[in-house]
């Protein structure tokens, strides 16, 4: 469903023939009916645990109930922009870093990056939630879940920046600093903006990443989408149903955001 | 607790603890990689509802957190009556995700295949699943090395869902709160744990990036 994708498929095969657009069609016809017989025995596996029953599904005409997953979701979204402003500034070091011409900085943005990119997210959460506190960090819930999201980001924020720096032509830096222009100002009024703009999509797709990420907040007990799920749980004793609305919530903002990227890859695609 | 002291008494444990990562990682790259080839194909057949199925598969499996695909298969689906047992529920979802990013990646490697070469196969006579098994596949497989290291190193991150259930021998991250609970383990328990996290990540890229060497595509 990307728009780089779709070319693969379109030129496997050619026009279909006669014979070719028979085949073709006894697929459709033979694989919709499998699709609906599966689609129908989900359907008959809810009916039959009791799971279409009503009181699972009746709580969801409530506004109530729409406001109170809306709330878990505002908190979702506010760990996730936190979560990504804090991956991109530390990213934003660490590239800098990693291109200095220093080797030192080098080396240490290099461990750094290589840190946050082999440490599962959970570890991270564990180590403000578990570890953190055993010294004296004491921080709230929002932060607990936050610092670790963007810790276990930041490395993947790093190198997609320099993948975008090092997209920029090399000519651009050398005219620049024949013109008499300081390193320094040459990255961040030449290079910097445009390496930001190759790098967006892939930023959108990184805060996709961050977003699922959050989702852990129940670990440090932070009111998310996932948390306030919980709640409704027990309110209303549906757990299947609540879970799988809120799977949906989270799969179609995700791809939604996914999309976005997509549409932006593409609108460049045409325009240059 | 000084390393020396954590590695005396826990040392054991966290050598089980490191091989039950390295299994699940096994498990569910396999796993994922078969569905995952599975998948794209579904994605490429000209039959419409199966490319669909396909389409859909990577849509719900690259966009739902681990967190809640594990919680759904965990709490949820008994109420269906699919009871799995902790370990078979956690490399489910530890296949299923990785899975839709390895049929992105395919794709991906699929796309830089010219389309002057399928139409070379074409005209030479050969059927869909011929082009497919002969010229398509083993091209993208070749120039998705580097993704597949990467896919690889995401897999044994996402294995750290296993610490959510209560799993025999733990894996590396729940032995960070296993021995939490029952001692201050501090700084050093979690560090021991990233250290052989990142040593098994930097050993899979390394590896990765030789085998790329050898066999990608210049073109």
């Known amino acids: 469903m990307n728009g780089v994708n779709t070319s693969i498929r379109d030129i496997l095969y050619e026009e279909p023939g006669k014979k070719a657009r028979r085949r073709i069609a006894i697929g459709t016809v033979i694989s919709l009916l499998l699709l609906v017989v599966l689609v129908l025995m989900m359907i008959r596996r809810f009916y039959d645990s009791g799971q279409l029953d009503s009181k699972y599904w009746i709580f969801f005409t409530k506004s109530t109930t729409w406001k109170f997953l809306g709330k878990g979701l505002l908190g979702t979204v506010e760990v996730a922009f936190a979560s990504g402003a804090l991956a991109f500034l530390m990213g934003l070091f660490m590239m800098l870093g990693r291109i200095s011409s220093f080797a030192v900085a080098r080396i240490i943005s290099r461990i750094l990056i290589e840190f946050s990119r082999g440490v599962p997210t959970l570890l991270f959460i564990y180590f403000f939630f578990l570890a953190a506190p055993q010294f004296g960090l004491k921080l709230p819930a929002f932060w607990k879940i936050s610092i670790p999201v963007a810790l276990s980001a930041a490395g993947m924020v790093a190198e997609v920046l320099r993948s975008g720096v090092n997209a920029v032509p090399k000519g651009q830096t ?3 600093l024949s013109l008499g222009m300081r390193k320094n100002s040459v990255f961040f ?3 910097f903006p445009q390496a930001l703009r190759y790098v967006v999509p892939s930023m959108i797709s990184e805060l996709v990443i961050v977003l699922k990420d959050t989702t852990f907040a129940y670990v440090v007990n932070y009111a998310d989408l996932m948390q ?12 299947l149903s609540v879970y799988l609305v809120a799977a949906v919530i989270y799969i179609l903002i995700n791809y939604i955001l996914n999309q976005i990227s997509v549409a932006i890859t593409k609108h460049r695609n045409v325009a240059s | ?5 954590l590695l005396t008494q826990f040392g054991d444990k966290y050598l089980a603890a490191l091989l039950t990562t390295w299994k699940l990682t096994a498990i569910s790259f396999t796993l994922a990689f078969v569905i995952g080839i599975v998948i794209t194909i579904m994605r490429i057949s000209p039959i419409k509802p199966i490319r669909f199925v396909g389409d859909l598969y990577v849509q719900i499996f690259r966009n739902i957190p681990g967190a809640a695909l594990l919680i759904i298969l965990v709490y949820a689906f008994p109420y269906l009556n699919f009871v799995w047992s902790y370990y078979a529920c956690v490399l489910i979802a530890t296949s299923l995700l990785p899975a839709s990013f390895c049929s992105e990646y395919l ?3 699929m796309n830089t295949i010219g389309a002057g070469q399928i139409e070379a196969a074409r005209s030479i006579g050969m059927t869909f699943f011929q082009t497919i098994k002969n010229v398509v596949l083993p091209q993208a497989l070749r120039s998705s090395v580097l993704p597949m ?3 690889l190193v995401a897999t044994m991150l996402t294995t750290a869902l ?3 259930v209560p799993l025999k021998p733990t894996d590396l991250t729940g032995i960070v709160s296993y021995i939490n609970t029952r001692t201050v383990g501090g700084v050093t328990a979690f560090m021991i744990s990233a250290f052989l996290y990142c040593a098994t990540a930097v050993i899979i890229g390394q590896i990765g990036s030789l085998i790329d060497r050898k066999v990608r595509i210049l073109r």
């Open chain 2, 149 to 151: 290291t990467n896919l």
């Open chain 1, 189 to 191: 009024k030449i290079i």
């Open chain 2, 1 to 5: 607790m000084s390393i020396y002291e």
């Open chain 1, 228 to 239: 306030n799920s919980r709640v409704l749980i027990s309110n209303y004793d549906a757990l």
């Open chain 2, 162 to 164: 296993a610490s959510q």
């Open chain 1, 174 to 176: 050398e005219a620049a």
């Open chain 2, 107 to 109: 794709m991906a490697g």
